[in-house]
């Protein structure tokens, strides 16, 4: 097994994990916040979705994010991935849904697959540089997106795929499984 391949595992782990943990978050949870301050499952599972998306096709192959061709409700490609305000991320949650998202996230990941597929363990050290159009848009010339595409200058392909394709989401995936207990009186 080459490296690409072990990536690729992780990715379909991952993305069975995000399946899993999303699909337990009731309608009646999706626009909760875990805690004053932090953002509602609905929103992080939107953004779990949007980071894989714009890891692979905005900062590694220098594009589009596949989300400005989808036709999902709530789905809105003018937002940046990360970064925004808190009203902001409360009205991405507010616009979309569980099953969008779930969606999306499968053709984000799906995506990731695909790409990995075609490229050899060398091609897994190139550092892509982040892309003039990652700022494109007024929403995207926010500082807090602005400072976090910053943090993440130099990363390599590979690191991009195990930082915040997988280690990220997995934590927010842990957010949402120990709020969901908590909302709904569960000890952990």
Do not use: K, T
């Given at each position: 097994m080459n490296a690409t391949h072990v990536l690729q595992q992780q990715l379909v782990n991952t993305y069975a994990?995000?399946?899993d943990v999303v699909s337990q978050i009731r309608d009646g949870e999706w626009l909760r916040h875990p805690y004053p301050g932090a953002p509602s499952l609905g929103f992080t599972a939107w953004h779990i979705a949007a980071t894989a998306d714009w890891a692979l096709n905005v900062?590694?192959?220098d594009g589009r994010e596949l989300r400005a061709s989808l036709d999902l409700p709530g789905i809105n490609p003018a937002m940046p991935p990360f970064g925004m305000t808190a009203e902001a991320a409360d009205?991405?949650?507010e616009g979309t849904s569980r099953d969008a998202v779930l969606e999306y996230a499968r053709v984000a990941y799906d995506a990731w697959a695909a790409w990995l597929d075609g490229i050899a363990d060398s091609d897994l050290d190139r550092v892509p540089?982040?892309?003039p159009h990652a700022?494109?848009?007024p929403q995207h010339r926010v500082p807090g997106y602005v400072e976090e595409l910053e943090s993440m200058a130099g990363y390599s392909v590979a690191r991009i795929v195990i930082s915040p394709c997988n280690g990220h989401v997995r934590g927010h995936l842990g957010e949402i499984a120990?709020?969901?207990?908590v909302f709904r009186?569960?000890?952990i």
């Open positions: 994990n995000v399946n900062w590694v192959q009205a991405i949650a540089g982040v892309p700022l494109l848009l120990m709020a969901l207990s009186g569960r000890g």
